[in-house]
Nanobody
């Protein structure tokens, strides 16, 4: 069983930045096997949407809506995936979730709230 714990959310003004972190329990070898690691976000009344994903070799993908503003990265030695968010807008307000896919198993974190408001 792998547990994912997100941190780094909060309130930020439009144009500001935040960095989210998601740390996985277990060994480094287990973490490297979790492919991909992803960030999703969800607002009330809407479906959860994929923001970005990254494999253990560093290959990443970003949703069109965040491309050029958000960057996903992972530090396998620290068992952590990050989401650097720049140039935030009110439309980025959501609960952000970390997801890890390990074979047939699917792990989710508890979510962290990001609010962009002046």
């Amino acid at each position: 069983q792998v547990q994912l714990v997100e941190s780094g959310g909060g309130l930020v003004q439009p144009g500001g930045s935040l960095r989210l972190s998601c740390e996985a329990s277990g060994s480094v070898w287990t973490f490297i096997s979790i492919n991909p690691m992803s960030w999703y976000r969800q607002v009330p009344g809407k479906e959860r949407e994929l923001v970005a994903s990254i494999r253990s070799d560093g290959t990443s993908n970003h949703a069109v809506s965040v491309r050029g503003r958000f960057t996903i990265s992972r530090d396998n030695a620290k068992r952590t995936v990050y989401l650097q968010m720049n140039s935030l807008t009110p439309e980025d307000t959501a609960v952000y979730y970390c997801r890890g896919q390990f074979g047939s198993k699917d792990y989710w974190g508890q979510g962290t709230q990001v609010t962009v408001s002046s």
